[in-house]
């Protein structure tokens, strides 16, 4: 029993100082490549073996024809270990590069493509939060253009409406300081009427740049649907009036609500000034509220005579006016932009379809909380 425990501690001697050789081994390559790393670890395997067998045998505790049976069967372990270990290094390094070239691919703007080898576990898990982020980047790069293509149609829309105003306030000025205007009270009142449009024009920058810059700052409060439908109908009274569009909301239902009056009553109104100057004139603009499971709905529904599948992605688009009969006399495009902004600070989501005759403008908010 005693030689027993003194081979044990011999053994496990000197298996320990070659586990410790080994470590340091493993500590001053561990920055090289899997296959070294993979290599070290089988040497030190087969050499902890040896190590424990020399030292059983130091201690007389093996016979010179055992130790030289043991030292030959360990010699061929080895070299099938360390033959086997640099295969599967090489392997997984080989794995491993086709992954960095891909990524390399991915990294210079390329979408990235899982090399088609299959791999370790660890290497196709990370080949695959590769190609998802390769996917969302796609994404992220093709929204980031339709924002660029939206600000560069928007500069070039807002330079236009700006431009014609001006102009005119420049013309109508000259005649009055010439002393060539015949109708000086006519030309006071245009000039007002264009100031009052690049006031609501800048007016419709700034909210915008707020919404975008996140600067929006919202003051909720519990309010009816009901009652700021029917101020916005108020509101858009004379302007329907004129142009001989009918606006219908009597049936609206009472759906608490909890937002911000101020912001959503501008929503409101920029949808019913949208689908009147759209809607021809003996049309109809109807608004109705109503309440589909946790959440309110308010629709405004024109008779603009629809618009085209491809342009309702678009509609909520900085700067989209779709086509020139869709084009307003006054304006550049910001007012369903400025909508859909509002509508989704409040946690909520503004869609368009098109119904029979026109087109119908959802916005989709929660239901106030109950106790609060």
């Known amino acids: 029993m005693n030689d027993i425990l003194l081979i044990a501690l011999f053994a496990f001697g000197g298996a320990a100082c070659a586990g410790a050789l080994g470590a340091l081994a493993l500590r001053l390559l561990r920055y090289r490549s899997v296959a ?41 372990a080895a070299a099938v270990s360390l033959a086997t270990a640099l295969l599967l290094g090489r392997w997984v390094v080989a794995r491993s590069r086709d992954l960095a070239r891909a990524a390399r691919d991915f990294g ?61 306030l420049r013309a109508m000025s000259e005649a009055l300081e010439d002393g060539v205007a015949t109708d000086t009270a006519r030309y006071h009142r245009q000039i007002r009427t264009e100031v ?34 029917a101020d916005a109908l108020l509101g858009a009274d004379p302007l329907a009036r004129e142009r001989g569009v009918r606006l219908l909301g009597e049936d609206i239902a009472h759906v608490p609500v909890d937002v911000d009056g101020k912001e959503m009553t501008r929503v409101l109104a920029n949808l019913l000034v949208n689908a009147i100057r759209h809607t021809p004139a003996d049309g109809t603009v109807a608004v109705t509220v109503d309440r589909r499971e946790d959440t309110a709905v308010l629709s405004v529904t024109d008779g603009c005579g ?67």
């Open 196 to 229: 009052e449009r690049l006031d609501v024009m800048v007016g419709d920058l700034f909210e915008l740049s707020r919404i975008h810059a996140g600067a929006l700052v919202l003051t909720p409060s519990r309010v009816s649907l009901r009652d700021l439908a």
């Open 306 to 372: 629809g618009i085209a599948e491809e342009d309702l992605t678009r509609v909520f688009d900085t700067g989209w006016r779709g086509s020139t009969a869709r084009t307003p006399p006054a304006g550049a495009g910001l007012g369903l932009a400025i909508v859909r902004g509002i509508v989704e600070a409040h946690e909520g989501q503004a869609e368009v379809r098109n119904v029979p005759g026109g087109c119908r403008f959802e916005v989709t908010l929660p239901l106030a909380r109950a106790g609060v």
């Open 108 to 168: 210079n703007g390329g979408g990235f493509a899982a090399p088609p080898a299959r791999a370790t576990a660890e290497l196709a898990d990370l080949s695959r939060e590769l190609a998802a982020t390769s996917a969302k980047l796609a994404a992220s790069r093709e929204r980031e253009r339709a924002l660029d293509s939206s600000r560069r149609e928007l500069v070039a829309w807002i330079s236009h409406d700006l431009r014609t105003p001006l102009a005119g």
């Open 36 to 76: 070294v790393s993979l290599a070290v670890v089988a040497a030190v395997t087969v050499t902890a073996m040896l190590a424990g067998t020399l030292a059983v045998a130091w201690a007389m505790f093996l016979s010179p024809h055992d130790l030289t049976v043991v030292t030959l069967v360990v010699a061929m």
